[in-house]
T-cell receptor, first 113, second 112 residues
Framework: NAGVTQTPKFQVLKTGQSMTLQCAQD?????MSWYRQDPGMGLRLIHY???????DQGEVPNGYNVSRSTTEDFPLRLLSAAPSQTSVYFC????????????FGPGTRLLVL | GENVEQHPSTLSVQEGDSAVIKCTYS??????FPWYKQELGKGPQLIIDIRSNVGEKKDQRIAVTLNKTAKHFSLHITETQPEDSAVYFC???????????WGAGTKLIIKP
C-alpha cells in the first residue's frame, strides 16, 4: 500500500491563479480531510468528506473547494490564490470519521506571491 | 470558542531523560485525545491516544494521562532517544461532531 499520496510536493503561485492539490489513498478509507498547517497554529481543518459524493466544510473553508467523486481521490481546489493561503497542506484519511487514527500524506508546500 | 492549549512550544532535554508535554482543552464534551508526532518534512503520525473513560495509557516508553476534571492531558516520554526529536501535537475531539481541535505543537529536541 502506498497509503496517502499528495502531489505536487511544492508549488509557487501568483496571486489570483488557481490550482488543484491532489490527494489519493489506497486503503479504502471512507473519511478524508484537508488541513492547512501554519507556524504556531497547529492543524486547521479546511474541508472533509465522510464518503464518495459527500463533502462538508471545516473551520477554514473560504477560498477552497473540494469534491469526492471516488473513494480514493479527494482534490482540493484553490479558486483564486491569495498570499494568506501560503501554507503547508496535508491530506488525511481514516477508516471512519469517528475517533479513528488519521493517516496523513507527506504534504504540499504552497507559496503564493 | 473551543480550543486546545499546548505547552511548552519548545522542549530541550538530555538524551536518556524524560520529557513531558501538557495540553488543556475547553470543550467539556471532548472524549477522545490523540497525540501525533511529526518528523521534519513528513505528515503527522499517531503515536498514542486515550479515551475519556481511561485515566492513563502506556505503550513502551510513551504514556498519556488524562484528568477530565481539570480538562488537561499530558504526554510522557521516558528514556528519550535521538529519534524522539520531532514536533508533537495534541488534539481533542469536538463534542458536537468528532472533529479534532489541535494544539499548536511542541518541538522536542533531544541533546546528545
Amino acid at each position: 500500500n502506498a497509503g496517502v499520496t499528495q502531489t505536487p510536493k511544492f508549488q509557487v503561485l501568483k496571486t489570483g491563479q488557481s490550482m488543484t492539490l491532489q490527494c489519493a489513498q489506497d486503503m479504502n478509507h471512507e473519511y478524508m480531510s484537508w488541513y492547512r498547517q501554519d507556524p504556531g497554529m497547529g492543524l486547521r481543518l479546511i474541508h472533509y468528506s465522510v464518503g464518495a459524493g459527500i463533502t462538508d466544510q471545516g473551520e477554514v473553508p473560504n477560498g477552497y473547494n473540494v469534491s469526492r467523486s471516488t473513494t480514493e481521490d479527494f482534490p482540493l481546489r484553490l479558486l483564486s490564490a491569495a498570499p494568506s493561503q501560503t501554507s503547508v497542506y496535508f491530506c488525511a484519511s481514516s477508516p471512519d470519521y469517528e475517533q479513528e487514527t488519521q493517516y496523513f500524506g507527506p504534504g504540499t508546500r504552497l507559496l503564493v506571491l | 470558542g473551543e480550543n486546545v492549549e499546548q505547552h511548552p512550544s519548545t522542549l530541550s532535554v538530555q538524551e536518556g531523560d524524560s520529557a513531558v508535554i501538557k495540553c488543556t482543552y475547553s470543550d467539556s464534551a471532548s472524549n477522545y485525545f490523540p497525540w501525533y508526532k511529526q518528523e521534519l518534512g513528513k505528515g503527522p503520525q499517531l503515536i498514542i491516544d486515550i479515551r475519556s473513560n481511561v485515566g492513563e495509557k502506556k505503550d513502551q516508553r510513551i504514556a498519556v494521562t488524562l484528568n477530565k476534571t481539570a480538562k488537561h492531558f499530558s504526554l510522557h516520554i521516558t528514556e528519550t532517544q535521538p529519534e524522539d526529536s520531532a514536533v508533537y501535537f495534541c488534539a481533542a475531539s469536538r463534542g458536537s461532531n468528532y472533529q479534532l481541535i489541535w494544539g499548536a505543537g511542541t518541538k522536542l529536541i533531544i541533546k546528545p
